[in-house]
T-cell receptor, first 110, second 116 residues
C-alpha cells in the first residue's frame, strides 16, 4: 500500500518562499503530483513529477527524489491568494493504490 | 464552459434513503473518478472508470455503486445512507489512466452530502 506524509500547517508572509514537503512509503511508486484546494473549493492540479528533479511552472516548482522517497512543492513570491491547502498524491506502477497525502494548510500573512 | 460538472451541489437527506449524484465532463477525457473528502479534509479515491470500464474499485461499502453510461458521465448511487456518509464527494476526470497521464485530474465543484 501507499502512505504519504505532509506537515499539517505552514505559515509565511507575502513575498516569501515556502517549501511544503511530502514523504512517501510505498512499493512500486510511480510519481508524485500536487494539488491546491481553497476552502470550499475543488482541488486543482499544480504539478507532476514522474522523474527525479525539479519541475517549474511559474511561481510554483516541484521536486522529486525517488532514492529519498521525498518530494516538495516550492512556492515563490507568495501572495495572499496562495492561502489554501496543498496535497501531494501518488500511485503505484499499475495505476492502483492512488493516495492523497493529508494536506498542508498554508497561511500567507500580510 | 464548465469542464466537470456535478449535480446537485448540496444534498441533505435522512438516514436510510437512497440518493444519486451525477457527474459530466465535456473535456473529452477517457477516465473519470469519484472521491470522498471527509470533515478533516482527507481525500480518498473511491472508483475510477476508463472508457466506461471500472478500473479502480477501492474498499468502499457495497451501498455505493458507480454507473458510467458513457465516457462523459459517471454517476454515483448510494443506498441506505448512513451518518458516516456525510462528506463532500468530488468527481474528476483525466485524459488517460493514472499511468497514462492521469495524474493531471480536473475536479468538479463537489457535492456536499449531509445525512441526518
Amino acid at each position: 500500500g501507499q502512505s504519504l506524509e505532509q506537515p499539517s500547517e505552514v505559515t509565511a508572509v507575502e513575498g516569501a518562499i515556502v517549501q511544503i514537503n511530502c514523504t512517501y512509503q510505498t512499493s512500486g511508486f510511480y510519481g508524485l503530483s500536487w494539488y491546491q484546494q481553497h476552502d470550499g473549493g475543488a482541488p486543482t492540479f499544480l504539478s507532476y513529477n514522474g522523474l527525479d528533479g525539479l519541475e517549474e511552472t511559474g511561481r510554483f516548482s516541484s521536486f522529486l527524489s525517488r532514492s529519498d522517497s521525498y518530494g516538495y512543492l516550492l512556492l515563490q513570491e507568495l501572495q495572499m491568494k496562495d492561502s489554501a491547502s496543498y496535497f501531494c498524491a501518488g500511485h503505484d506502477n499499475y495505476g492502483q493504490n492512488f493516495v492523497f497525502g493529508p494536506g498542508t494548510r498554508l497561511s500567507v500573512l500580510p | 464552459d464548465t469542464a466537470v460538472s456535478q449535480t446537485p451541489k448540496y444534498l441533505v437527506t435522512q438516514m436510510g434513503n437512497d440518493k444519486s449524484i451525477k457527474c459530466e465532463q465535456n473535456l473529452g477525457h477517457d477516465t473519470m473518478y469519484w472521491y470522498k473528502q471527509d470533515s478533516k479534509k482527507f481525500l480518498k479515491i473511491m472508483f475510477s472508470y476508463n472508457n466506461k470500464e471500472l478500473i479502480i474499485n477501492e474498499t468502499v461499502p457495497n451501498r455505493f455503486s458507480p454507473k458510467s453510461p458513457d465516457k462523459a458521465h459517471l454517476n454515483l448511487h448510494i443506498n441506505s445512507l448512513e451518518l458516516g456518509d456525510s462528506a463532500v464527494y468530488f468527481c474528476a476526470s483525466s485524459q488517460g489512466t493514472l499511468v497514462e497521464g492521469g495524474d493531471e485530474q480536473f475536479f468538479g465543484p463537489g457535492t456536499r452530502l449531509t445525512v441526518l
